[in-house]
C-alpha cells in the first residue's frame, strides 16, 4: 500500500484500473494533458519523454494508450515528483516508467538523440502576463517561473532522434511562438489539431505535432470539441478520457 501524505487523495483514471495521487493544494491535472495523452502515437520498442509532466498524469495514460517500450519523466519540484513517482509505483509501473526530479533545462533526462518521442505540457504563460508566486506550484505549472517556451523547444530537440516526433499542447495565442521556437530547433510541424471547449467557441488549447528533421509538410485535423452542453462531454472526449 502506497502512503499518502496530507491532503492527498487518488483519484480513479477509469482506465484500466489505474489511479493517481493528487493534491488539491496543488496544480490537479486537467483536459490539456489527456488531451495530450490521446494525441501522442509511440510504437512498441519505442523511447517517450514526457517533460514537465507535473504529477505524471502523461505517462500514467501513455503507459495504456500506447506500447512505449519506456517512458521518461521529468519534473523540476520535488514534492510533485515524489507524488508522480508514488502513483507509478502503485500502478505497478516502475520498471517502464521512470520519474526524474530536477530542472530540464540541465538535460537530466537522456544523453541527446536518445528517444523517439517527446511530449510536454509546457507553462502557458509567459511572465509578465499576469500575477505569479514563486512558491506556488500552481505557478510555476501555469506559468514560465522555471523555465520558457524556448528552453522547453531547444531541451525537446536534444533528446530526439533525427527523424524523431514531439507532441507539444499550448494555447493558440501562442502558436506563433511555438512555431518558431520549433523552426529554430528544426521540429517541423505535421500535425495539428485545435480543441474548442463548446461548438460554437473559439479554440482554446492546441496540439502540435513535430518531426526532427522533417520536411514541409502540415495536416490540420479535424477539431475536438469538448462539451456538447455544460458539463457534458462530447463521445470523442468521453472515448480519450476512455469513459
Request: hydrophobic residues 40%.
Amino acid at each position: 500500500m502506497i502512503p499518502l501524505k496530507t491532503g492527498e487523495r487518488i483519484d480513479d483514471l477509469q482506465r484500466s484500473a489505474l489511479g493517481i495521487i493528487q493534491n488539491p493544494a496543488h496544480f490537479c491535472f486537467g483536459t490539456d494533458a489527456v488531451l495530450l495523452s490521446g494525441f501522442v502515437r509511440a510504437a512498441a520498442k519505442e523511447r517517450v519523454a514526457d517533460l514537465c509532466t507535473g504529477n505524471g498524469i502523461v505517462p500514467l495514460l501513455l503507459s495504456v494508450k500506447t506500447r512505449a517500450k519506456e517512458i521518461v519523466a521529468v519534473e523540476i519540484q520535488t514534492e510533485i515528483a515524489d507524488m508522480a513517482e508514488r502513483s507509478v509505483a502503485m500502478n505497478g509501473l516502475s520498471e517502464r516508467v521512470r520519474i526524474l526530479c530536477g530542472d530540464l533545462r540541465e538535460g537530466i533526462a537522456g544523453v541527446s538523440g536518445s528517444f523517439d518521442v517527446v511530449s510536454c505540457n509546457p507553462p502557458y504563460m509567459a511572465l509578465g502576463r499576469g500575477e505569479h508566486s514563486q512558491a506556488s506550484s500552481r505557478a510555476i505549472a501555469r506559468q514560465e517561473l522555471c523555465c520558457t517556451l524556448e528552453e522547453v523547444v531547444k531541451e525537446t530537440a536534444r533528446l530526439l532522434k533525427n527523424g524523431g516526433r514531439a507532441y507539444f499542447v499550448y494555447r493558440p495565442n501562442r502558436l506563433d511562438e511555438l512555431f518558431a521556437a520549433c523552426a529554430r530547433r528544426g521540429l517541423m510541424p505535421k500535425r495539428m489539431k485545435f480543441a474548442h471547449p463548446f461548438p460554437d467557441r473559439e479554440a482554446n488549447l492546441v496540439l502540435l505535432e513535430a518531426v526532427k528533421g522533417g520536411g514541409h509538410f502540415l495536416r490540420v485535423e479535424a477539431p475536438i470539441i469538448v462539451f456538447r452542453a455544460p458539463g457534458v462531454y462530447t463521445d470523442e472526449i468521453r472515448e480519450i478520457y476512455g469513459y
